[in-house]
Nanobody, 132 residues
Framework: QVQLVESGGGSVQSGGSLRLSCAAS????????????MAWFRQAPGKEREGLAA????????YYHESVKGRLAISQDSAKNTLYLQLNNLKPEDTATYYC?????????????????????WGKGTLVTISS
């Protein structure tokens, strides 16, 4: 059973930075499918879930939604079974609950990961609040 636990959320002022972490237990990077991926999503109050960034667990290739490209960076530490999301130049509109998710069966492309429908496991989220 894969469990994902996000941390690192909090309240920061506009222009600040945060690094979110997602600790994965029961998920082995070394035995994952060659096209498995992990991704970050967010959901603001009253809005639909939005896929932000994805990474292949093998190889580390990344993919970003156009709206956040240049301000966010996804990375992973396979030795620690941990996924990260660096958030820079934060804006009030970045206020949301941020979730990580994992796909274990493989996808045809990273763009599929940030659509969300291919993800097998989800964390419970960490809240990020940006004040102006």
């Amino acid at each position: 059973q894969v469990q994902l636990v996000e941390s690192g959320g909090g309240s920061v002022q506009s222009g600040g930075s945060l690094r979110l972490s997602c600790a994965a237990s029961g998920y082995s990077y070394s035995t994952a499918s060659s096209s498995s991926c992990m991704a970050w999503f967010r959901q603001a109050p009253g809005k639909e879930r939005e896929g932000l960034a994805a990474i292949y667990t093998i190889g580390g290739h990344t993919y970003y939604h156009e709206s956040v490209k240049g301000r966010l960076a996804i990375s992973q530490d396979s030795a620690k079974n941990t996924l990260y999301l660096q958030l820079n130049n934060l804006k009030p509109e970045d206020t949301a609950t941020y979730y990580c998710a994992a796909n274990t069966k493989g996808v045809g492309g990273l763009w599929q990961c940030i659509l969300g429908g291919t993800m097998d496991y989800w964390g419970k989220g960490t809240l990020v609040t940006i004040s102006s």
